[in-house]
Nanobody, 116 residues
């Protein structure tokens, strides 16, 4: 099992930026993919971004964040980062980190609130 710890959430004004981090520990010898989903009140869970943790570092983004969010990895630290720019109130949600090693594990989530 993989343990995931997110950090970096908070309150930001529209147009601002935030950087989220997610550190993996535990059984991570076959860590394949890491990424982020988000859950806003009254909405379905939405895929935000993912990155392959070996070789190609292929990235995938949800349509609503393309061009604004960037996911990156630090393989040595088994960590991924999500750089979020040009934030809008529609980005307000709990951001959940996940990992895939054949099974999916989830972090506890970190709250991002975009408000003036």
């Amino acid at each position: 099992q993989v343990q995931l710890v997110e950090s970096g959430g908070g309150l930001v004004q529209p147009g601002g930026s935030l950087r989220l981090s997610c550190a993996a520990s535990g059984t991570i010898s076959n860590l394949d993919v890491m990424g982020w989903y988000r859950q806003a009140p009254g909405k379905q869970r939405e895929m935000v971004a993912s990155i392959v943790m070996s070789g190609s570092a292929a990235r995938n983004y949800g349509d609503s964040v393309k061009g604004r969010f960037t996911i990156s990895r630090n393989i040595a630290k088994d960590t991924v980062h999500l750089q979020m720019t040009d934030l809008t109130p529609e980005d307000t949600a709990i951001y959940l980190c996940y990992s895939y090693t054949g099974t999916i594990d989830w972090g506890q989530g970190t709250q991002v609130t975009v408000s003036s």
